[in-house]
């Protein structure tokens, strides 16, 4: 029953934290994935690289979708982001919570610091290799309206990304965010841990 009501207080978070983060995560894939030739730049013309960047920075990039696309322009590839987040953030910190529970001697109460390092790295890779492929069309259906549009929804950039490069393609970038994944999750889970450690030392004496 407790696990259910988790469940859905997790899925209803996640959806929501979707809505304001999902502005800004296409903001910044737009800024990141533009490309123009650098002032200094002497080398031939080449078709990949605009004359000069489509949005100056990140308020006129809001802008500027806001004006070409809508509002709902924003909110392209959402629903690959709670495709993304909503399973695999439930995972994430199951995974964290087998691994301390494995890794915690007989007899210790709590984890020590080199454990909780460990089971952070291993939940963060585990989230990452799940979710990578929802992140690779969440990414795709985002620079969709940069040019023309070519995805008419989330299943559609799935079937034509598949029919044109093969399942390899849902892993794009895998490596790159597990070598990522495992140090920042691993400290994040340290220092999480160790701080509430402190406040209920705190909670305690009061």
Known sequence: ????????????YQREKAMVFAPI???KIRQQNQTHPHQSYQGPPSRDLLLKPKYRGPTHCLITVIKEEGILGLYRGITALWLRDIPCFGLYFLVYSVFTEWLTPQGQHKPDWSAMLLAGGCAGMTYWTLATPMDVMKSRMQMDGMGQQRYNGVLNCINESFRQEGARVFFKGLSLNCVRAFPVNGLTFVIYETVLAFLKKINAKD
Do not use: F
């Open 1 to 12: 029953m407790y696990s259910g009501i988790w469940h859905c207080i997790r899925s209803t």
């Open 25 to 27: 995560d296409l903001i």
